[in-house]
């Protein structure tokens, strides 16, 4: 599907939804946007990205102002528009805004100065009613954002915070583009051209704006943590990768890399890593290995918060195929420390010796990671539940966009059925709720039958891509966390049951799917983490990886070393849905088949060939197999006993 049919379908999925919206709101519009409880910066961006890429119809009733004394329509034009459009004092949510252009009201108003009501007319917001909704606050003026929130040094700008110039306009941090000097900024502006609404862009940095960090005395504020979180890291070299972080520090940062997740090594320290840094390469990276990196600051006196979350990274010689997406945000609410889980689907992917990249789901609602340059997604929620926006409307729209491009998709975690279709458009938490139902059931293919299975076991279904497995989540006593509200799900659309609850309530505890329309899908209702023991992760990977059937590439010789006196053994790395294709060579000879696909299935990586004569040369080449045929060759490598 194209990107414009993409949009045109998420176009007239929101008009619907927006008529049913407004039918039920009736002539009044209370704001559905406000949490009476600190706000995380993911859903600050959510929602500000929410307002930026709202696509959506503009219609002749819409820009008729003929009879609005006072109001100026800033774009007079019929057609597709994308960004809410300003509206003078407006402080509409993007639900509410459809379901008033529905009522046939004006999109937007320019500046008015004169007494009219006219927001009874017209539809929108403008730059303080915008970052009100975002910081999930009671309505400001730019004169009044001082009044709750505290000034901030540039430096220490984090997602979610503002620049506000008091009494002109206020605009919400996303990120640094290169140093301080270029930052990506959402704001709902006026102005020429393309501008009159909500947009995502870079500007240079302005010093007669104030940086502010949302704190009201006398109600809530942003959630701030110390330690950096670690936003992305994206292959971009042969052996050469980019981290990116987002944080806060007086000194500087500490960056740390592992081979295992136990032993770690400090490979940047805060000098190097300063204050005002907020990328850095990392180079010397051997292919075929997995890596795990986390980060603290460093304040005054040289002390180190916490670590944040680890994050993982594997290169395999080829562009990143797949990419980790860690969407876990509550953990770190939960215990006071950050979580390392990523470590186990990084091992369980580096097993499957499949290149990935990594980010957090923030990277992708801003943008920052493009989801279309994967052909599998690993999307890690955790126990993440309503408050915590799993799956906010700017990640489904992302979502939808990539399974509708034919993308591979693995999400896994409890509470996600309740949050979706059980608190489908429970107006209280989420901004553009009314979307969660239809993207859980015609997406996730899934309906919710219960919120909790009783029970820590699973199995898999027989004859499906999980048959034969079983296995267990953890109930507190295993080293991750308890799952307290696995969901049971039932399968829509055609989608097939994967894994079952053995003793429990009817239900499944995970589905699968493969669709022209909607791509491929492997979903479990509880988290991928809690599974023990190891090898249990392991296999549901091997078998959701190749069940995702990857395009092949061909695989690396490592090694082909005399193991006996007519022996040698052939060792290599690479991902295979079908297995592996050994040939062998003598001297200037043909290339024989010597082992096929029957014999080297995928979790193959080595294989002893004997009967070899003394004085000769052999030469060895292999090839990965999936659905489709084999991968072109691999390099060569020869021995001679």
């Not at 927001?119 to 999930?136: E, I, K, R």
């Not at 979706?420 to 458009?425: N, P, Q, T």
């Amino acid at each position: 599907m194209t990107e414009n049919n993409s949009k045109l379908r998420m176009v007239l999925c929101f008009l619907i939804l927006a008529q049913i919206a407004f039918t039920s709101l009736g002539v009044t519009y209370p704001y559905d946007g406000q949490v009476n409880r600190d706000v995380r910066r993911d859903r600050i961006i959510a929602i500000c990205e929410d307002y930026a890429s709202l696509f959506y119809y503009v219609g002749s009733q819409n820009i008729d102002y003929s009879s609005y004394w006072g109001a100026t329509c800033p774009d007079p034009t019929i057609g597709w528009k994308t960004g809410m459009k300003y509206c003078w004092g407006g402080e509409d949510t993007t639900r509410i805004y459809l379901a008033r252009l529905g009522e046939n009201d004006g999109a937007g108003n320019m500046y008015t100065s004169s007494g009219s009501s006219f927001d009874q007319f017209c539809t929108g917001t403008d730059c303080s009613g915008m970052a009100s909704v975002a910081w999930t606050s009671p309505r400001y003026s730019t004169s009044g954002f001082p009044n709750i929130s505290d000034d901030i040094a540039w430096e220490d700008l984090r997602m979610g915070d503002a620049t506000n110039k008091a009494s002109s306009h206020i605009r919400i941090f996303d990120y640094f583009v290169g140093d301080i000097n270029t930052i990506m900024f959402y704001e709902n502006t006026s102005g020429g051209g393309l501008l009159w609404k909500d947009v995502h862009r870079s500007l240079a940095r302005d010093l007669t704006y104030q940086p502010i960090r949302y704190n009201n005395p006398s109600g809530y504020k942003v959630v701030v943590y110390p330690e950096p979180v670690i936003t992305y890291i994206r292959r971009t070299g042969v052996e050469r990768a980019e981290l990116r972080w987002d944080g806060e520090a007086d000194l500087g940062f500490r960056l740390y890399q592992s081979a295992n997740g136990v032993n770690w090594s400090m490979i940047r320290n805060y000098n190097q890593l300063v204050y005002d840094m907020r990328t850095c390469d990392i180079s010397g990276l051997l292919p075929d290995t997995t890596y795990f990196f986390k980060m603290t600051a460093v304040n005054g006196g040289e002390t180190e918060t916490i670590v944040s979350s680890i994050a993982s990274f594997r290169i395999d010689g080829f562009p990143h195929r797949l990419l980790i997406v860690d969407g876990f945000d509550r953990y770190r609410t939960s215990f006071s420390m950050n979580h390392d889980f990523v470590f186990r689907c990084g091992s369980a992917l580096g097993i499957r010796g499949v290149g990935y990249d990594f980010c957090s789901n923030e990277a992708v609602v801003d943008e920052q990671v493009d989801l279309l340059n994967y052909e599998a997604v690993l999307w890690i929620l955790g126990n993440e539940t309503t408050i915590d926006e799993t799956f906010s409307w700017p990640e489904q729209m992302h979502v939808m966009n990539y399974l509708e491009n034919n993308g591979r998709l693995f999400v896994s975690g409890e509470e996600i059925g309740w949050d979706l279709d059980e608190r489908a458009d429970y107006p209280t938490y989420k901004n553009g709720s009314v979307n969660d139902l239809p993207f859980y059931n015609d997406y996730l293919m899934s309906s919710l039958l219960n919120d909790d299975a009783n029970t820590f076991h699973v199995t898999g279904e027989p004859g499906s891509i999980f048959d034969g497995l079983d296995f267990y989540f953890d109930d507190g006593t295993q080293g991750s966390y308890m799952v307290e509200y696995p969901d049971v799900i039932t399968p829509l659309h055609g989608a097939s049951i994967g894994l079952n609850y053995p003793g429990a309530v009817s239900g499944a505890a995970g589905v699968y799917n493969s669709s022209p329309t909607t791509g491929t899908l492997v979903y479990l209702g509880f988290p991928f983490e809690t599974i023990y023991p190891e090898s249990a992760r392991h296999d549901v990977m091997k078998a959701t990886i190749n069940y995702f059937d990857l395009p092949v590439q061909p695989p690396t010789i490592q090694s082909v070393i005399q193991t006996a006196a007519d022996s040698v053994t052939v060792t290599w790395d690479g991902h295979a849905s079908e297995g592996f294709r050994l040939f062998q060579k003598t001297g200037s000879g043909s290339w024989l088949l010597i082992l096929d696909e029957i014999s080297l299935d995928s979790d193959s990586a080595s294989a002893l060939i004997s009967g070899l004569s003394e004085n000769t040369l052999y030469a060895f080449k292999l090839q990965s197999v999936n659905s489709s045929g084999a991968s072109a060759d691999s390099d060569v490598l020869c021995a001679s006993l």
